[in-house]
């Protein structure tokens, strides 16, 4: 798994790149990867298997489609970001697997850029232990 360093100061936790990767490929929709690939992120709280769950979607051609999932470890965290504070996040594709049901190598940064001082700083804490969290 990918080691994560975050944001030290709230300057930087905004444009931040994450470098996660897209997993649960069979149960996207079937769609040609490209690097390159832009994405989006969409969370899926009505997911049965896990409630934190955040689909990666395909953003490009204006036709979302379901790529896969991000992983758990980062759903958890991002998760409760993305419902309360609505951030929002895009990226694109870094790399493409060989195996069709790999995972997928992929960017990922924060569109939001403007929050109350207050939520700006429960965002930080949260983001930071999401990196200390996945770098274990």
Same mark, same amino acid.
């Given at each position: /798994? =990918?080691?994560?360093?975050?944001?030290?100061?709230?300057?930087?936790? $905004?444009? +931040?790149?994450?470098? =996660? $990767?897209?997993?649960? @490929?069979?149960? %996207?929709?079937?769609?040609? !990867?490209?690097?390159?690939? *832009?994405?989006? !992120?969409?969370?899926?709280?009505?997911?049965?298997?896990?409630?934190?769950?955040?689909?990666?979607?395909?953003?490009? &051609?204006?036709?979302?489609?379901?790529? %896969?999932?991000?992983? +758990?470890? #980062?759903?958890?965290?991002? &998760? =409760?970001?993305?419902?309360?504070?609505? #951030? *929002? $996040?895009? %990226?694109?594709?870094? &790399?493409?697997?060989?195996? &069709?049901? %790999?995972?997928? =190598?992929?960017?990922?940064?924060?569109?939001?850029?403007?929050?109350?001082?207050? +939520? *700006?700083?429960?965002?930080? @804490? !949260?983001?930071?232990?999401?990196?200390?969290?996945? *770098? /274990?």
């Amino acid at each position: /798994m =990918p080691k994560y360093e975050m944001a030290e100061t709230m300057d930087d936790i $905004f444009g +931040r790149v994450l470098e =996660p $990767f897209i997993v649960g @490929r069979k149960f %996207g929709d079937d769609v040609e !990867l490209n690097h390159g690939k *832009s994405i989006t !992120l969409l969370r899926d709280p009505d997911n049965i298997k896990y409630c934190n769950a955040i689909k990666v979607l395909s953003a490009d &051609s204006g036709c979302f489609k379901v790529l %896969g999932f991000l992983p +758990r470890q #980062l759903a958890q965290y991002l &998760s =409760p970001l993305m419902d309360n504070y609505c #951030l *929002s $996040f895009e %990226g694109c594709i870094t &790399s493409v697997p060989k195996h &069709s049901l %790999g995972v997928v =190598p992929i960017q990922i940064i924060c569109q939001n850029e403007t929050f109350l001082v207050k +939520r *700006s700083m429960t965002v930080f @804490r !949260l983001l930071n232990l999401c990196g200390k969290m996945l *770098s /274990m």
